[in-house]
Nanobody, 117 residues
Framework: QVQLMEFGGDLVQAGGSLRLSCAASGTIFEIINMAWGWHRQAPGKQRELVAAITSGGSTNYADSVKGRFTISRDNLKNTVYLQMNSLKPEDTAVYYC?????????WGQGTQVIVSS
């Protein structure tokens, strides 16, 4: 099973930027075929999809982050990134990385992002 680990969560002021990373174990064959997603869960709320990228590089974003967040992947580094700009207090949440391909559906442990006003 592919294992994922997120990095980059931090405390940041509103208007600031962070880049989250998700490092994956697994073969290069698995990595290049996987679809990736970044999800987040704020206290008292359900987990929601923030951004996703397919194996072919197509992306989609939640309306709340369009124009501010960018998801990207580096297959050679087994890593997916989430660049977050113009952060708002409502972006405060635990951010989770997810990878899917065939029977693979892996989640990381999450990384905390706190945006202060």
């Amino acid at each position: 099973q592919v294992q994922l680990m997120e990095f980059g969560g931090d405390l940041v002021q509103a208007g600031g930027s962070l880049r989250l990373s998700c490092a994956a174990s697994g073969t290069i064959f698995e990595i290049i075929n996987m679809a990736w997603g970044w999800h987040r869960q704020a206290p008292g709320k359900q987990r929601e999809l923030v951004a996703a990228i397919t194996s072919g590089g197509s992306t989609n974003y939640a309306d709340s982050v369009k124009g501010r967040f960018t998801i990207s992947r580096d297959n050679l580094k087994n890593t997916v990134y989430l660049q977050m700009n113009s952060l708002k207090p409502e972006d405060t949440a635990v951010y989770y990385c997810n990878a899917q391909w065939g029977s693979i559906d892996s989640w990381g442990q999450g990384t905390q992002v706190i945006v202060s006003s």
